[in-house]
């Protein structure tokens, strides 16, 4: 079975700052992972995907996220937090097996403090 | 990627009632899926819509409660049916990518009130 874990429902930094959200996943085989973002009251925009290509992964906006197989992990992260990025992200894997069914991890909030 | 449209953008109904949300693509596409957003809440699948076929349920939901039409390759229905105040929720469809299967792209959602 497919699932993600996001560790951290809430996030908080300083504009300017590092940005790191946590994911876990698990996966009975080689998975297709993503990270989408959601501002609010806006629909949901695809930052960056791994599909079993180069682990780490250059997405928009400046985000990336690196693959690590053995911890199970697809963190996302960015060198300078801007006001802009403030939304909540989720993270997903893919089925592949499956007809490329989505599993949505439980989401994070991101704030970002002026 | 693709252009996703979704009618309504929002409604507020009564108990009892249906809605029929409609999805509309610029581009033709074999998988369509259709997710649920609670209030506060990540997505959840409610359903695989493939043309041609029926549409597959995940566990939990019925096709008495959301019937899924697909009549071609740019568009899909989900009706939310003898709707309940539980049924408040963003409801959202989406498509794979043509080039790269695995990615969806998603619409901008279907805001539901139920009162």
């Known amino acids: 079975a497919q699932s993600v874990t996001q560790l951290d429902s809430h996030v908080s930094v300083s504009e300017g700052t590092p940005v790191l959200l946590r994911c876990n996943y698990s996966s009975s085989y080689s998975p297709s992972l993503f990270w989408y973002v959601q501002h609010p009251n806006k629909g949901l925009q695809l930052l960056l995907k791994y599909t079993s290509a180069a682990t780490l992964v250059k997405g928009i906006n400046g985000f990336e996220a690196e693959f690590k197989k053995s911890e199970t992990s697809f963190h996302l992260t960015k060198p300078s937090a801007h006001m802009s990025d403030a939304a909540e992200y989720f993270c997903v894997v893919s089925d592949t097996r499956n007809f490329n069914k989505f599993y949505f991890g439980s989401g994070t909030k991101l704030n970002v403090k002026p | 990627s693709a252009v996703i449209s979704q009618k309504p953008s929002r409604d507020i109904c009564q108990r009892g009632t249906s809605l029929t949300i409609q999805c509309q693509v610029d581009?033709?596409?074999?998988?369509m899926f259709w997710y649920r957003q609670q209030p506060g809440q990540s997505l959840t699948l409610i359903a695989t819509?493939?043309?041609?076929?029926?549409?597959?349920?995940e566990s939990g939901f019925v096709i008495d409660k959301f019937p899924i039409s697909r009549p071609n390759l740019t568009f899909s229905t989900l009706t939310v049916s003898n709707m309940s105040p539980e049924d408040s929720s963003i409801y959202l469809c989406?498509?794979?990518?043509?080039?790269?299967?695995?990615?969806?792209?998603f619409g901008p959602g279907t805001r539901l009130l139920v009162l």
């Open positions: 989406s498509v794979e990518d043509r080039a790269s299967k695995e990615t969806q792209y």
């Open positions: 581009s033709q596409v074999t998988m």
């Open positions: 819509a493939n043309q041609g076929s029926e549409a597959t349920y």
